[in-house]
């Protein structure tokens, strides 16, 4: 009988260990016993066996560069604070929540911008390099995968790294509107909490009462990171892009993604009823673990690194 090629085969497996966090080291990853060393090798033949590969990353692949997720037992935002993320329809309304949410943004990004790719970045990168990866859909905002140069990428949900004018659709860097930010604001002192996954941090009401917000220098309308909020939608046209880059892919891996917001999901679906193989790489259950061949459970970096040494 002939078996489809994503059956995986168990081979005599040396013995590879995916390494912990060295001691001291600030975690925002899950923990996670160690990966075993089949696992490893059945996710090393299912990437071997690709030759078009479709990948889609999410928050668990920074939280090994620093940065939160939101959904993470016991480290994720939601497990650690009562805050949550910023909806499109209160920022849209809001001038004062623009102005906390702006405030907030300030402080965090000289934190939140100098976040850098980790192992896992770069191996996807590697992949690209060899013409193994044919295209990366990432739902992070943190322009991670750009920075490991990335080129055939998808930012789902945007970039925070720029900023766009919802009058004119005008789009800046993000840069830019901090040297903004400083020259209007240059008595404005906060101190920096804890960074949120989208460069969000805390301060107190009074703290954000004086901070001064520019608005867009063509039309004078409201400046939001090029960013999809919790409540928006994915344009059409970028949905159905991707979609087309699916339909030219031979397998699809998921890494560090729990799928559980539909904008990322919906590809699962689509590769499912294309019967695509499907693996997934993930601390945690995930929403499309029925969907899938094969599921590993570990750290994006360490097991990526393992089965693609860089
Ligand atoms: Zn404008």
Redesign the pocket.
């Known amino acids: 009988m002939r078996l489809p090629w994503w059956t995986i085969t168990s081979h005599s497996a040396p013995v590879r260990k995916a390494s912990s966090v060295p001691a001291g080291m600030v975690s925002f990853v899950p923990t996670c016993s160690t990966t075993d060393a089949q696992a490893l090798d059945q996710l090393q033949d299912f990437v071997s066996r690709a030759r078009r590969l479709f990948v889609i990353s999410g928050a668990g692949l920074s939280t090994e560069s620093g940065i939160p997720d939101y959904r993470s037992e016991g480290v994720g935002l939601y497990a650690r604070t009562d805050r949550r993320p910023m909806q499109h329809a209160e920022f849209v309304r809001s001038a004062k929540s623009r102005q906390r949410y702006w405030a907030r943004n300030f402080v965090g990004w000289p934190q939140f911008s100098s976040h850098q790719p980790n192992a896992a970045h770069k191996v996807l990168q590697q992949w690209e390099e060899r013409g193994k990866l044919h295209w990366l859909v990432t739902q992070n905002v943190d322009a991670l995968h750009s920075k490991a140069g990335q080129k055939r990428l998808t930012e789902l949900h945007g970039c925070s790294h720029r900023v766009m004018?919802l009058?004119?659709?005008?789009i800046s860097g993000r840069e830019e509107l901090q040297r903004q930010f400083i020259s209007l604001n240059p008595d404005w002192q906060a101190q920096a909490g804890a960074v949120a996954p989208d460069g969000d941090v805390f301060l107190e009401d009074e703290q954000v009462l004086n901070f001064r917000v520019p608005s867009?220098s063509?039309?004078?309308?409201i400046l939001k990171p090029e960013v999809t909020f919790f409540g928006d939608t994915v344009l059409k046209g970028t949905v159905q892009f991707v979609h087309d880059r699916l339909a030219e892919s031979d397998a699809v891996l998921v890494v560090g993604s729990s799928l559980q917001v539909y904008s990322g999901y919906r590809f699962l679906m689509a590769a499912s009823d294309r019967k695509m193989p499907i693996a997934i790489l993930n601390i945690g259950p995930t929403r499309a673990d029925h969907l899938a061949k094969l599921k590993v459970t570990g750290r994006c970096g360490e097991v990526l690194s393992v089965i693609c040494p860089l």
Do not use: Y
Not at 218 to 221: D, L, P, T, Y
């Open positions: 004018c009058g004119c659709g005008a867009c063509n039309c004078g309308g």
